[in-house]
């Protein structure tokens, strides 16, 4: 499974960004497809996921109201729209893919993209 993440870059606060994230050797209708991000001297968090079968989407509070999480099946493709960006958001975002057995029960992410830097100036 490869995953690559992309459409980071640097953009001023109250802006939108939207993050791609191509997965080959996996259908993510089949996976359970998440976002995380590292800040600078920070550890990794959750930002938020998409359920494969159902399509249904979960964030973390902070995030929530803000970004939104899609999926293109035909695309094999998950995407991360960022609205309302905070200097906070700043970071290196990553997508991860796993089954529902490795992400809803064991909270195990086997598989990574190379993450994509997202820069909110004040």
């Known amino acids: 499974v490869q995953l690559q993440a992309s459409g980071g870059g640097l953009v001023q606060a109250g802006g939108s960004l939207r993050l791609s994230c191509a997965a080959s050797?996996?259908?993510?209708?089949?996976?359970?497809a998440g976002w995380f991000r590292q800040a600078p001297g920070k550890g990794r968090e959750f930002v938020g996921r998409?359920?494969?079968?159902?399509?249904?989407?979960e964030y973390v509070d902070f995030v929530k109201g803000r970004f939104t999480i899609s999926r293109d099946n035909a695309k094999n493709t998950m995407y991360l729209q960022m609205n309302s960006l905070k200097p906070e958001d700043t970071a290196v975002y990553y997508c991860?893919?796993?089954?529902?057995?490795?992400?809803?029960?064991?909270?195990?992410?086997?598989?990574w993209g190379q993450g994509t830097q997202v820069t909110v100036s004040s």
């Open positions: 050797g996996r259908t993510l209708i089949s996976a359970v």
């Open positions: 998409i359920i494969g079968g159902s399509g249904s989407a």
């Open positions: 991860a893919v796993g089954t529902s057995l490795e992400v809803l029960e064991r909270n195990e992410y086997p598989y």
